[in-house]
């Protein structure tokens, strides 16, 4: 059983910056497709980013040039760092962890973004 745990959610000013990180527990992280959504009040949870175990990365438009996600095997942790946000970023955000016959998911951290 793997277990996943976001942090770094806060408030932040619109323009600021964030980063999240998601600890996995267990072993074989390095072979887990690592993803990033979020979900914003009243609307359904969304795709924010991607990353491979080959280290190829995908974003949705929305954050693309903004987010970036990056993984390091050897912490066991996936990150996303976000910069330039935006008040429509103000969402819980989860990581999710897939490999065959396995998805796990994070339970989520805040983020928002707010003057």
């Known amino acids: 059983q793997v277990q996943l745990v976001e942090s770094g959610g806060g408030l932040v000013q619109p323009g600021g910056s964030l980063r999240l990180s998601c600890a996995a527990s267990?072993?074989?992280?390095?072979?887990?497709?690592l993803r990033w959504y979020r979900q914003a009040p009243g609307k359904q949870r969304e795709f924010v980013a991607s990353?491979?175990?080959?280290?190829?990365?995908n974003y949705v438009d929305s954050v693309k040039g903004r987010f970036t996600i990056s993984r390091d095997n050897a912490k066991n942790t996936v990150y996303l760092q976000m910069n330039s946000l935006k008040p429509e970023d103000t969402a819980v955000y989860y990581c999710?962890?897939?490999?065959?016959?396995?998805?796990?998911w994070g339970q989520g951290t805040q983020v928002t973004v707010s003057s």
């Open positions: 999710n962890g897939v490999t065959t016959g396995y998805n796990y």
């Open positions: 267990g072993s074989s992280f390095s072979i887990y497709f």
């Open positions: 990353i491979t175990p080959a280290y190829s990365t």
